[in-house]
Nanobody, 121 residues
Framework: QLQLVESGGGLVQPGGSLTLSCAAS????????IGWFRQAPGKEREGVSC????????NYSDSVKGRFTIARDKAKNSVYLQMNSLKPEDTAVYYC??????????????WGQGTQVTVSS
């Protein structure tokens, strides 16, 4: 079965850290661009970060730049989103998505099921 499986969400205090994982099953992530998205209640889905298909280029939304880091582990066929200095406004369901392309776009081949991140004291 071809799928992306996310994990690592949870409840964390403001200023804390979490690492989200996005593991591919049934296919290899080589040459797939990976996007991380999030959706808070009552809000539209927001693009958070993109990792290029080659793994050499990344970008981040202004709201997370300097706090989040996206990275790929080829050996584990996974992509991670390291989130530091978390704020209450980072609370959302986080999704990863993969597209067989050099860069993230509007269409994706695979989506994960989502993982909840809650930042609260």
């Amino acid at each position: 079965q071809l799928q992306l499986v996310e994990s690592g969400g949870g409840l964390v205090q403001p200023g804390g850290s979490l690492t989200l994982s996005c593991a591919a099953s049934g296919f290899t992530l080589d040459y797939y661009a990976i996007g991380w998205f999030r959706q808070a209640p009552g809000k539209e889905r927001e693009g958070v970060s993109c990792l290029s298909g080659s793994g050499s280029r990344t970008n981040y939304s202004d709201s997370v730049k300097g706090r989040f880091t996206i990275a790929r582990d080829k050996a584990k066929n996974s992509v991670y989103l390291q989130m530091n200095s978390l704020k209450p406004e980072d609370t959302a369901v986080y999704y990863c998505a993969a597209v067989y392309a050099s860069w993230c776009g509007r269409e994706y081949d695979y989506w994960g099921q989502g993982t909840q991140v809650t930042v609260s004291s």
